[in-house]
């Protein structure tokens, strides 16, 4: 009997010497822990219009890139980039660590020479930078009063209240059978409190005094869920309900079409839009 207990005691001793040996001292490369993180990335241009981003290190989990200040969005290492109007772009990439840990932004910038033949953008006005710009959109006024649209600073920023709503649009030539893609980019400061935004595209001109329905191209609703807190991104992005986000519109005949951007609401504070988009798709 004694000759048993020994000799499991020794056992024991070995299994936890033999555990204490394999141990290391220290930990490395845990998971837990983020090492240094370099968001530095190099943007390689494809064909005319299109360009790959791709970052030059791998030692974190997630990158998060921002198009021209269009909000950042998660993405892969590799990027493909398709800018079809001409002009300089700035390409901010974000790295994600452990933890969620942000480890910097790095920014390139991009200069496209001339707008791709087919998907250039077919809104004039679309950045709204100039008087120029803004004379390209007219004000659509629904309500009597309690919503307006000002173009200001490089944007297009509405204020409504008690569900008032107003709208603005513009003309565009179209072909019968052919389809658009449609976006535009959308933020707030603050909180929407019952709130509509919505793009639509009309057969006639809209009439002052008279609401329009019909088609929702883009959207963005309080009801459906989205527009709730602080937001800035492609309506693409952050809009919601897909029946109504869709952004693929086909004309039906050939001629004029108004697309009309419309909001209205409890509380709008400040809801801006900037980059409206309307494109011939392949």
């Not at 709503?165 to 933020?187: E, M, P, R, W």
């Not at 909180?191 to 919505?198: M, R």
């Not at 009801?223 to 109504?244: A, E, H, L, P, R």
Request: charged residues 15%.
């Amino acid at each position: 009997m004694i000759n048993k207990y020994i000799n499991r005691s020794f056992v024991l001793a070995s299994s936890v010497f033999l555990l204490a040996s394999c141990t290391p001292d220290t930990v490395e490369g845990n998971g837990i822990d983020q090492g240094p993180i370099d968001a530095s990335f190099k943007i390689t241009k494809t064909s005319e219009n299109h360009y790959l981003l791709k970052r030059n290190y791998s030692n974190y989990l997630n990158s998060s890139w921002n198009i021209d200040d269009d909000g950042f969005n998660n993405g892969k290492g590799e990027q493909n980039l398709f800018l079809p109007d001409a002009g300089t772009y700035i390409i901010q990439h974000q790295a994600i660590g452990i933890g969620g840990v942000v480890g910097g932004i790095a920014s390139e910038t991009v200069v496209v020479p001339t707008s791709d033949p087919i998907s250039g953008n077919m809104i004039q006005g679309g950045r709204f930078d100039t008087p120029a710009e803004a004379a390209k959109w007219t004000i659509h006024n629904i309500s009597a009063s309690g919503a307006q649209w000002v173009i200001a600073n490089g944007k297009a920023t509405i204020v409504a209240n008690g569900s008032n709503q107003q709208g603005i649009y513009q003309a565009v030539n179209v072909v019968a059978g052919q389809k658009y893609s449609i976006d535009l980019v959308a933020s707030s400061d603050t909180p929407l409190i019952n709130t509509w935004f919505e793009v639509y595209v009309l057969n006639t001109a809209p009439v002052n005094g008279q609401d329009i329905g019909g088609t929702v191209y883009r959207n963005i609703n309080t009801w459906d869920g989205c527009g709730t807190s602080k937001f800035k991104g492609k309506v693409s992005s952050i809009g919601c309900n897909g029946s109504k986000n869709g952004g693929v519109y086909t004309a039906t005949t050939t001629g004029t079409v108004y697309l009309e951007i419309k909001c209205g609401g409890g509380t709008v504070n400040s809801l801006s839009i900037d980059k409206v988009e309307f494109r011939r798709m392949q």
